[in-house]
């Protein structure tokens, strides 16, 4: 299964698919962002909440990235690691550069 993100006719929608098939909807004002921060047990629940027994539908023709403008996104390759290196190398830069 799949959280995705899709235009609807009202705008921007959330909902879960499985094998090319819509089979549930999340509230309306549910944001991704939201979701990602829930604890397993609550996103479970949504997700439990939001499954429709018998309501396979065709995906929806325009399918959206999975960001919602709240979401972190880190390139492939990075990691934390090299990340935090990174920032502690950038001030010493910057401070060479300024004389």
Same mark, same amino acid.
Request: proline letters at 4%; hydrophobic letters at 30%; glycine letters at 0%.
């Given at each position: 299964m799949q959280i995705i993100r899709y235009k609807?006719? #009202?705008g921007v929608a959330l909902g879960m698919a499985l *094998? #090319?098939?819509i089979i549930g909807y999340f509230q309306p *004002?549910?944001?991704l962002?939201?979701?990602?921060?829930l604890r397993t047990d609550e996103l479970r629940m949504q997700i439990e909440n939001s499954f429709q027994s018998g309501a396979a539908n065709n995906l929806p023709?325009?399918?959206?990235a999975p960001i919602d403008g709240e979401t972190e996104v880190w390139a492939a390759g990075v990691t934390y690691?090299?990340?935090e290196q990174a920032r502690q190398v950038?001030?010493?830069c910057q401070r060479d550069n300024s004389l």
């Open positions: 609807s006719s #009202s *094998n #090319s098939q *004002n549910a944001e962002h939201d979701l990602l921060r023709s325009l399918i959206l690691k090299q990340s950038q001030p010493l």
